[in-house]
């Protein structure tokens, strides 16, 4: 599976299915993969990886959602672990902000 790009083809032929160029199904296969390579180390696929599933998420649920929430909770865990602090306190802070909008919409 992948998240197609702009131009909406991702079939071998150039040819597209007509879907949703942000394919949701696919977002949730690769949150999952993203955690798989982050169980394994591999920061390259990992970081990635979670930068589309954001992107997708944030096309369908909006950039204040629970989901991105808690894909970023899991992206800081992962930062954390390997020792990338810069990148985790970044992730921290699109976390607060979230929590912080939620908060005044009283949602949260």
Do not use: W
Not at 39 to 49: I, N, P, R, S, V
Request: a negative charge; charged letters at 25%.
């Amino acid at each position: 599976m992948c998240i197609r790009d702009s131009s909406n083809t991702d079939l071998e032929d150039g040819t597209n299915d007509g879907g949703d160029p942000h394919n949701l199904k696919a977002a949730y296969i690769l949150r999952s993969l993203a955690c798989v390579y982050s169980e394994t180390k591999d920061y390259l696929y990992a970081t990635g990886l979670f930068g589309s599933v954001e992107r997708t998420f944030m096309h369908h649920y909006g950039s204040d959602s629970t989901e991105l929430l808690d894909l970023f909770s899991l992206q800081e865990q992962y930062q954390r672990q390997i020792g990338a602090t810069r990148e985790g306190e970044q992730t921290f802070k699109k976390m607060k902000r979230i929590v912080d909008v939620r908060r005044g919409l009283g949602v949260l």
